[in-house]
């Protein structure tokens, strides 16, 4: 095969730690009809990416794998039929097969959108998955009107950043529950409270929140239901354990998660706030391709203040 027709990209062969993760020489993709062609400068990392990696999707994904979601970079080619974007157009987005981490990757159009003006490649990478699973939650799903309160758990990770900046930019007094250290970081993004869960329980405190937002997820599910007060909901974003007894006790509802296929309607609504300056990013870490493997150690360690980055071309952003 002739070296203009390969890539360098992780890939791993079978399931398991971040030491399954390998740096390759690959087929570089065509685009089929609508399709991008995108030259991947930057790729996001979320929890998807390891749990995937780690076998939790059992065969929902073929081996070989080659992970990564969330990309920015310029269109190097589109597909028959594509014709919302030009070659040399920075964009981002998110794609429908996973492959990001690589020097290139396919895009359906109507998965992408324009890079905002005021982010770089590495700004614009952290955000598809998150903003956007942090907006549904919110106000899709949570209905979340302005006045009420809402508790996010896990404020300063990937989503719940992006989740206290959303929760205050539609009117709602924001309750962010992570560790200590993290409380000045959270009070910044906008939280009128602190939870710091290290000294308080959550379930010592009724809080009276109208919706809890859960990025955490887990087998503690129930400690968040006190802080709920009756008629709230709670709207998890990864899988949780929550009691049905509990549940009904507290006269609360447990929404159920949604996993979503983003589109070019909400990339551009997430654009306009980055453009107007209402929403921003925070990168927690930036590591070159290949050495993904510290990205998802990173990221499984679930210690993160916002989001963790793959830069794979460190042309100007």
Same mark, same amino acid.
Request: some cysteine; proline content about 6%; glycine content about 10%.
């Given at each position: ?42 790729? @996001? ?8 990696? *780690?076998? !939790? =999707?059992?065969?929902?994904? #073929? +081996?070989?794998? %080659? ?32 492959? @990001? ?8 159009? *109507?998965? !992408? =959108?324009?890079?905002?003006? #005021? +982010?770089?490649? %590495? ?195």
């Amino acid at each position: 095969m002739a070296e203009t027709e390969t890539m360098n990209a992780i890939r791993y062969h079978a399931h398991g730690g971040p030491e399954v993760l390998q740096y390759e020489r690959v087929e570089r993709p065509k685009a089929s009809a609508g399709e991008v062609l995108v030259k991947v400068h930057a790729v @996001g990392i979320n929890p998807g990416d390891w749990q995937i990696r *780690s076998g !939790l =999707a059992g065969d929902a994904f #073929p +081996l070989p794998y %080659i992970p990564g979601w969330d990309v920015s970079g310029i269109v190097a080619a589109v597909g028959p039929g594509a014709e919302r974007f030009r070659e040399g157009e920075a964009v981002y987005g998110m794609t429908a097969n996973s492959a @990001g981490c690589a020097e290139y990757v396919t895009v359906p159009e *109507s998965q !992408l =959108a324009r890079k905002p003006e #005021p +982010l770089s490649h %590495i700004q614009a990478a952290a955000v598809p998955m998150s903003a956007f699973t942090a907006w549904h939650a919110l106000t899709e799903q949570g209905q979340l009107k302005p006045g009420q309160t809402v508790l996010i758990n896990g404020a300063s990770g990937g989503i719940g950043h992006f989740a206290v900046q959303i929760a205050k930019l539609n009117g709602a007094k924001v309750i962010g529950v992570a560790s200590g250290r993290n409380e000045g970081f959270v009070r910044e993004l906008g939280a009128d409270e602190f939870i710091d869960y290290t000294v308080t329980p959550i379930e010592q405190l009724p809080l009276a929140a109208d919706l809890v937002l859960d990025t955490v997820g887990g087998a503690e599910g129930d400690r968040l239901l006190n802080a709920l007060k009756p008629g709230g909901s709670l709207v998890p974003v990864t899988y949780g354990q929550y009691s049905v007894d509990r549940v009904a006790e507290r006269a609360v509802r447990i929404l159920p998660v949604r996993l979503l296929q983003i589109t070019a309607a909400d990339l551009e609504r997430l654009s306009q706030l980055f453009d107007e300056g209402r929403l921003r990013v925070v990168i927690d870490t930036v590591v070159p391709l290949k050495d993904t493997r510290q990205a998802h150690e990173r990221s499984e360690s679930r210690r993160t203040r916002g989001k963790i980055v793959i830069e794979v071309c460190q042309q100007a952003q």
